[in-house]
């Protein structure tokens, strides 16, 4: 156990009266068990709970069999949205090989509050929500996830997991540590502030696009 963690949980048995030392085994046992509560439960497969519920939050997909089928989506969403062939895309490995169209502007970085779309890869999707995980790093700008009005997000079919808890899991096993930022995204953003009129875009991406991968091996 970190020192930070053992002074945190020493003072909080502390406060509660409890003589036994933060790094005691029922304590060690307790933070490291991830202990999991009553879950939801559904008939259908993951991949249509996750594509369900995706388009209950007003998210749209498309679905391509391999990684050869990227530009081609991408270029079919441009086309219905009528938005300029101008992308933000993340550096990620399964984005850097991409031959684009000529004539496209397409940039590998960080967004910026003049890009109008925005490209990344999920760390996974979550077939509860219909959500999307995104870890912030180097591959993966936080920036991307928010700045953008269009946003979309490469998702291989294999890393959809069921429930929240798999997700966190599924980061736990092949991560080991959290990264700086971790983001939950269901949906485009919206809010009701304003006479309780539902606002797309208030704090982030008016439209998601998901580009569901059946095979993640690169054609």
């Not at 530009?71 to 300029?84: F, G, I, K, M, R």
């Not at 979309?152 to 991560?175: F, G, H, S, T, Y």
Request: charged share 20%.
């Amino acid at each position: 156990m970190s020192d930070s963690r053992a002074a945190i949980l020493g003072r909080i048995l502390q406060a509660l009266g409890h003589a036994a030392r933060a790094d005691a085994p029922d304590v060690l046992q307790r933070v490291n068990g991830h202990a999991r509560g009553p879950q939801p439960q559904w008939a259908e497969a993951d991949r249509e709970r996750f594509l369900a519920k995706l388009a209950k939050a007003a998210g749209t997909h498309a679905t391509i069999a391999s990684h050869a089928g990227i530009v081609h989506a991408v270029t079919d969403y441009l086309a219905a949205q009528y938005l300029p062939q101008r992308v933000c895309v993340a550096p990620h490995p399964l984005l850097a090989d991409i031959v684009w169209p000529e004539g496209w502007q397409v940039e590998s970085r960080r967004a910026r509050g003049d890009d109008r779309i925005g490209f990344a890869v999920a760390f996974c999707g979550i077939a509860e929500t219909g959500s999307l995980m995104l870890l912030s790093g180097p591959e993966s700008p936080t920036s991307l996830n928010f700045l953008p009005d269009d946003f979309l997000c490469l998702l291989p079919e294999d890393r959809i997991v069921p429930r929240m808890e798999d997700a966190w899991a599924l980061l736990r096993a092949e991560r080991g540590s959290l990264p700086r930022a971790t983001n939950i995204i269901t949906g485009p953003s919206r809010t009701a502030d304003v006479e309780q009129t539902i606002q797309l875009g208030a704090h982030g991406p008016r439209r998601l696009h998901v580009l569901l991968m059946e095979s993640a091996a690169q054609a």
